[in-house]
């Protein structure tokens, strides 16, 4: 592993979603793996740390990740925003079908295997959240809405560590925010709120 | 109404939340009010538009939405940062026992109303969601997760038009992302995602 991705403690993981960047989903099973954007997902527990991420009928992440009850999230970076639209933007059972190659070949993504979740998990991320699926069939129908449980996290030590994002310096490794259509938001300044004078 | 505020054609009405902004969520019953700051809100589906907001358990906001079945969301700005920290971390009805005011009359908010819901909506956000619960008690419970259908949209026009939002020139209105313990991220630069070279 290099040496920039240190494990984040359970108890801060929301930490690597509380500021809403886009992510992606990934999943295998069955000898398939799969890699998909998601701007809609969001911290949904501290502690244990569960998440929500909404995932389209469509997709074919969806479909393994209800055969193997695993996921995981992962935070791209500025660097990785060409990357995250093409990833959000096409489907990895069509290049399989078409082509032979899925998403990582495709794409000549470099990955890596953890021991605590079967979804593979893509180098050069900012964040990597390994999931345990929550099964609620009613609302993943009804809404396309998908919970999960953190079983282990990581982050690159470069810019979050003792529970902060700290892109100073980093710029290419700022977290992205997707608006729409391949128009994204990045991470800017951070500011401290200060108390309300004469408030209580 | 302020010349700044603007609908929202509900068809974009996703893209005010999209890129994961800290909202505050407000909503009224029985003569009651209260707004709450959420980091953990997400868009949840395009047409009709619906939205996914975390509400704990000892939440006033929840208990008035609740009886209400409406809610309101809406996107505060750096001006409105000391506010933000200040909404989520003091509570309205300890508030309102103790001193007998509410959060709007401690500190001093200026709220204004509109016809498609109940909730108090704050003067100088930069955008605001007026949603309809979507009761799933089960999910509620469980998870306080609460789902809402948006009915009508706003946007301070300075900063979101034409389903984008541009915040040059207005610093003061960038939109803030919590971390944690009142630690924010502003919005930063745009930036637009370029098709990769050589990929379908």
Redesign the interface.
Same mark, same amino acid.
């Given at each position: 592993m290099p040496s920039h991705r240190h494990p984040v403690e359970l108890a801060?993981a929301y *930490?690597l979603l509380? /500021?809403?960047?886009?992510v992606l989903v990934s999943a295998a099973a069955g000898g398939r793996r799969n890699i998909m954007a998601a701007?809609?997902?969001?911290?949904?527990?501290f502690a244990p740390p569960?998440v929500?991420v909404?995932l389209d009928k469509s997709t074919w992440t969806r479909e393994l990740l209800e055969d193997s009850g695993e996921f995981a999230l992962q935070v791209p970076t500025?660097a990785q925003?060409?990357?995250?639209?093409?990833l959000g933007s096409?489907s990895g059972r069509e290049l399989v079908e078409r082509d032979g190659a899925d998403k990582f070949e495709?794409?000549g993504l470099a990955s890596f295997a953890v021991a605590e979740t079967s979804a593979p998990l893509l180098e050069g991320c900012a964040a990597w959240l390994a999931c345990r699926l929550l099964p609620?069939p009613?609302?993943q129908q009804r809404?396309? &809405?998908f &919970?999960g449980e953190v079983v282990a996290a990581w982050a690159d030590a470069r810019v979050f560590s003792k529970? *902060?994002?700290h892109f100073e310096g980093h710029d290419a490794l *700022?977290t992205?925010? /997707?608006?729409?259509g391949? /128009?994204?938001? &990045?991470?800017?300044?951070?500011?401290?709120? *200060?108390? &309300?004078p004469g408030?209580?």
């Open positions: 801060k *930490r509380n /500021h809403g960047p886009t701007a809609w997902a969001m911290p949904l527990d569960k929500a909404v500025r925003v060409d990357l995250t639209q093409a096409s495709t794409y609620e009613a609302i809404y396309d &809405l &919970l529970g *902060r994002w *700022r992205i925010h /997707h608006v729409a391949g /128009h994204f938001l &990045l991470d800017g300044d951070a500011i401290d709120a *200060r108390p &309300l408030r209580t």
